[in-house]
Nanobody, 121 residues
Framework: QVQLVESGGGLVQPGGSLRLSCAASGSIFNINDMGWYRQSPGKQRELVAHITSGGSTNYADSVKGRFSISRDNAKNTVYLQMNSLKPEDTAVYYC???????????????WGQGTQVTVSS
């Protein structure tokens, strides 16, 4: 079993900051790519930021210069630092990771349960 558990969401005023964390646990051999997605009501889930096992990153145009993704491989954790938040950043944020299972040696795509981020005055 592999689990992704997110934390750090909440309510913040426009212009504020939040830091999301996502910790992977369970039968993990290794973790390849990791990323953050978000979904707001009536919209499709969209990629926010992505980081490879080597640390290369890419971002959605809407968050470039404001959000930063990083990872701690020793802790099997990925982070999303969100600055200069805007009301349009309001969404449920989901962690995603491509993980090779230590027991089966198969790789699969895993999702966290989601954490709500609300940007409002």
């Amino acid at each position: 079993q592999v689990q992704l558990v997110e934390s750090g969401g909440g309510l913040v005023q426009p212009g504020g900051s939040l830091r999301l964390s996502c910790a992977a646990s369970g039968s993990i051999f290794n973790i390849n790519d990791m990323g953050w997605y978000r979904q707001s009501p009536g919209k499709q889930r969209e990629l926010v930021a992505h980081i490879t096992s080597g640390g290369s990153t890419n971002y959605a145009d809407s968050v470039k210069g404001r959000f930063s993704i990083s990872r701690d491989n020793a802790k099997n954790t990925v982070y999303l630092q969100m600055n200069s938040l805007k009301p349009e950043d309001t969404a449920v944020y989901y962690c995603n990771a491509f993980i090779r299972n230590r027991s089966t040696y198969y790789s699969s795509n895993y999702w966290g349960q989601g954490t709500q981020v609300t940007v409002s005055s």
